[in-house]
């Protein structure tokens, strides 16, 4: 790898204006015509559900174990939908079926959305079911909110987006102040077996995030928090606690096989993740905290003001690998086997941690990314392993080489608390001292 002088601050600014300039995504799938059904409406305004009833008009009363489903199907676009408190039935969307926790509609519109809040404590509960909430486009729908609810994740997911051809996507599905709860106690192996938090393909114009309060995701027992395939839009995740999940916080890449290059503008913000890859089914050392698996092409990734913390809950540590240190690492972002590189990737201000004695690789590693931009105001402590930043890393056994990085910015005064590697070797005193590192495009 080439090493080159650092660029001007000036230059810098020119690769952040250009970074910021890539397109973020296709425009939303236009609304369908609205259902006919005469015992349907296209309600704009307020229909209030409580666990086994809907109320329409402010009149009308209607008996179901489905209320949420059916009052979707009264919704129209800017409608509310007000949830009292208590417990829900788990909900399909978008199937072209007949099954009664199914609704069959279009959703909402670009700028009026129908929105789904709860009031109290409100959960949607599994019941049985592999997923709480199933989301699919056989019967077109888009641009549905859900406000301050807590969603009880099933056998394999709290939210499932379903896979869709590569001419689909799933657009404007929002989530503020909402929770994901897996239920698993992983300290004392027992509670709810989920995998999943959302499982999401496809998905253009999605949001979960903390908005008047923190959002959650938590005690997932096998895989991710946020798992999102082939992104076709813009993604948001924002103030969101993750803590105690059996691998990833989020993961995202955009797999040959499942469709065309990621797209769009990914950001990971203000989130606070602790305790990752605590699954016994990896042995406890399934995947890092915030991970970006390769084919996202044409994105860009802000990962800004975010913290990870391990092995600070002493209750936890047990949970390791025998012979080997407790958690994995922070951040990584790698080819994940796949022919296409990621895109542009930007770290502002976060603060990633390990306790004494923990942590078995990186904190930081990087590679297979057309462009890497690394402010000043980032902190990166390495655990056991010693190595705070890692670009290029090498790696052992049956896993292919890393890619090569396109330009790496990395910026004066970003806090290194342990070795900086480039390409499998210490960096040298000078290149440490000076923390301003330019790589030229491959």
Wanted: proline share 6%; hydrophobic share 35%; with cysteine.
């Amino acid at each position: 790898m080439q090493i080159r002088p650092r660029p001007s601050l000036r230059a810098g600014a020119a690769l952040l204006a250009l970074v910021a300039g890539i397109p973020s995504g296709a425009a939303a799938l236009p609304p369908s015509p609205a259902p006919q059904d005469p015992e349907r409406g296209s309600i704009g305004g307020l229909i209030v559900c409580g666990p086994g009833w809907v109320e329409v008009d402010g009149a009308r009363r209607i008996e179901t174990p489905y209320p949420v489903a059916k009052a979707l199907e009264f919704a129209g676009p800017g409608a509310l939908i007000e949830l009292q408190p208590g417990d829900y039935a788990p909900l399909m969307i978008g199937f072209n079926n007949q099954d009664p926790s199914n609704a069959r509609t279009v959703g909402g519109q670009p700028g009026l959305p129908i929105t789904v809040r709860g009031r109290g404590i409100v959960r949607f509960k599994a019941q049985g079911r592999g997923d709480t909430i199933g989301i699919s486009q056989q019967f077109p729908v888009a641009h549905i909110t859900f406000e301050k609810v807590v969603i009880e994740a099933g056998t394999r997911s709290a939210v499932m987006f379903y896979d869709l051809a590569d001419n689909e996507q799933h657009t404007g599905f929002h989530f503020y102040d909402c929770g994901i709860d897996g239920g698993w106690d992983h300290v004392a192996g027992t509670g709810n077996s989920s995998k999943w938090g959302i499982l999401g393909h496809d998905l253009a114009d999605f949001v979960f995030a903390g908005r008047e309060g923190r959002a959650f995701v938590r005690d997932v027992r096998l895989e991710h928090g946020f798992y999102l395939q082939s992104p076709r839009g813009d993604i948001t995740l924002e103030n969101i606690d993750g803590t105690r999940l059996g691998r990833c916080f989020v993961q995202i890449t955009a797999r040959e096989r499942s469709g065309p290059p990621g797209r769009g503008l990914i950001v990971v913000r203000g989130n606070k993740v602790s305790d990752t890859g605590l699954s016994e089914w990896d042995d406890f050392k399934g995947g890092t905290a915030f991970t970006f698996a390769g084919g996202l092409q044409h994105c860009t990734i802000l990962v800004q003001d975010n913290t990870y913390k391990a092995g600070f809950d002493q209750r936890l540590r047990k949970l390791t690998r025998g012979g080997a240190p407790y958690g994995t690492g922070a951040l990584v972002a790698w080819d994940g086997g796949e022919k296409l590189p990621n895109g542009s990737l930007v770290l502002r201000s976060n603060e990633f941690r390990f306790a004494e004695g923990c942590g078995d690789r990186a904190t930081v590693a990087i590679s297979a990314c057309e462009r890497v931009v690394i402010e000043a105001d980032n902190v990166f402590q390495a655990g056991a392993f010693g190595v705070a930043l890692d670009l290029e890393p090498e790696y052992t056994g049956d896993r292919p080489g890393p890619k090569p990085n396109g330009r790496v910015f990395l910026a004066d005064g970003v806090d290194l608390k342990g070795e900086l590697r480039i390409s499998g070797r210490a960096a040298t005193d000078a290149q440490r001292s000076a923390l301003a590192i330019s790589f030229g495009e491959r």
